[in-house]
């Protein structure tokens, strides 16, 4: 395996379908290549979207994932279902017509350049807020126009007081409709125009969902403040009346691998389809997958639009993966790969002692991310929900039950039945990323409690090409981009070795070393800091990456705020350094 593992985020498989923190099926496929044999059984305790079964599937190879979401398991067994290309596309095509039928073209607009009727490609919406001078509404989109699209002149049109999104939100007014038409072969913008056709959600039935104030995602997404509490008020009504109904026809299609796959493809609709998905004077800016953040000027899309588009990117997933088996199977086995998917418990993995191979997984990084919560964006559609009490996450607020030292405790027990259920002499790798000292040390305990070893020479760097939203907004990147996959093997009952303190000097002259060596991010040399100091046998208790960044800023480094990548500044080297 090499030191750093580059893959793009553009594969088909990882196309098709959204998911937080997806590993992409070529950074996941040369380690099955190296640790397990063809034929072999390869194991995913913290599935999530299944993309271990995916690469193993396309390898040969024979999988058993278990996650306790509902979602993921959704999602898992959907990209591994291969289905007749035909046959699925007939069949979104009729669901589609059955859906117009029932609502009428809930997309047709005036087009006010010919006058003939044209069809709705996406409307541009915004907040309208309350001036905290004359408390009349203002227009968010509309002050920012007049503004010159800058910011911090926006005002009231009434009262010249300054305006800006922090106003309470007292309303959403369209602003800008891109249509098709046939006077003209591109889509073009106009002001929003009365509706064609009406929409009575009275008469649909569609998902009654809350987002509740104990979950994590409902303090940090500000949804109290927003009014945004439940799935069904983040869409339009028009969107919500479509989704609901094409859902309803989804469900009466008789051919259970077809109409799981429709599923797939309208539950990746999702959140491109609701108010989530961000509007941008130079592109659409997509919806965050990790918060539940709607923003000032937001786009409705057209439904019919996004669903057409992913029956296309299923069809390449599928395609992908079969291209790929074709290879390594008999065509009898072609369209069948041995991937199963349960829900369950990472520690309490439902598999006979010695039965796998090798392990692959990907656990949720302590409070980075709350999947549960964000999943239920797309399970209020499904037929169940993730339990979150089962979740191995840490709460951020002080009161929450899901503590660090519950999620060390479940990390070390699933560690503990990987090695259980692994056969002698195999390997686990988990992927980890986190910027907090103190989590990695908790990886250390959890690993050496579960009668593990980390392999020192199989510490692999990740690079899925990605930055934090916090890194490109300030320059400044604290937040972990980076993965660490660790490879593991049973200690057979072997004392961990005791772990060295490791004191400023050290810490700092190896910061230096690296940066001098090899300056590309602050988040690589944070990850390049803690494979040093577990090669070497250090606590990593102290290496926080906020301070490594300090450290590289206070010793003449600039970090370009485009890329992240490292410079050496005007600034005099050799100031205190950590």
Known sequence: MPEE????????AYMAHAYLTKVPVPAIQPFIDAYSPPGGVVADPFAGSGMTGVAAAMMGRKAHLSDISVLGQHIGRNFVNLVNPEQFAKHAEEVVRATQADLGDVYAV?????????????????????????????????????AGWRK???????????????????????????ISSQCTATQRDQEPTARLTHIDLAKIDYPRVEITPDRQMYKASALGKSGLTTIASFYSDRNLAVLATLRKHIAKVEDPAIRSKLLFAFTACLTRASKRYQWSRQRPLNAANANYYVAAVFYEWNVYDLFSRKIKAVLKSDNYVRTARRSRVALADLDAPDVKYSIGSADDIALETGSVDYIFTDPPFGSNLFYADMALFQEAWLDGFTDVDQEAVIDRSKSGKRTAERYEALLTNALRECNRVLRSGGHISMVFGNSS??????????????????????????????????????????????????????????????????????VAATIQKLANVSPATPSHLY??????GIRDGWELDKLDLRDVTAALIADGWDIDPKTGRLSRGDAVAGGELW
């Open 527 to 532: 990850l390049e800091l803690l494979r040093t």
């Open 110 to 146: 005036e087009c006010t350049a010919c006058g003939h009727e044209g069809t709705l490609a996406k409307t541009v919406w915004s907040i309208v807020v309350e001036c905290p001078g004359c408390t009349q509404p203002v227009n968010y989109y509309r002050s920012m126009e007049a």
């Open 437 to 506: 000292g103190s989590v990695w040390a908790l990886i250390q305990r959890s690993i050496a409690n579960a009668g593990l070893m980390i392999d020192p020479d199989k510490l692999v760097v990740l690079n899925k090409g990605q930055r934090s939203v916090k890194g490109l907004a300030s320059g400044f990147e604290d937040v972990a981009t980076l993965d660490l996959v660790i490879t593991m093997r049973n200690a057979d009952g072997g004392v961990p070795a005791t772990l060295k303190a490791v004191d400023r000097k050290t």
């Open 5 to 12: 593992l580059s893959v793009g985020r553009g594969d088909p």
């Open 152 to 178: 911090p002149d926006m005002i009231c049109d009434k009262c010249q007081t300054p305006v800006s999104s922090r106003n309470r939100r007292v309303g959403e007014e369209p602003v800008l409709d891109s």
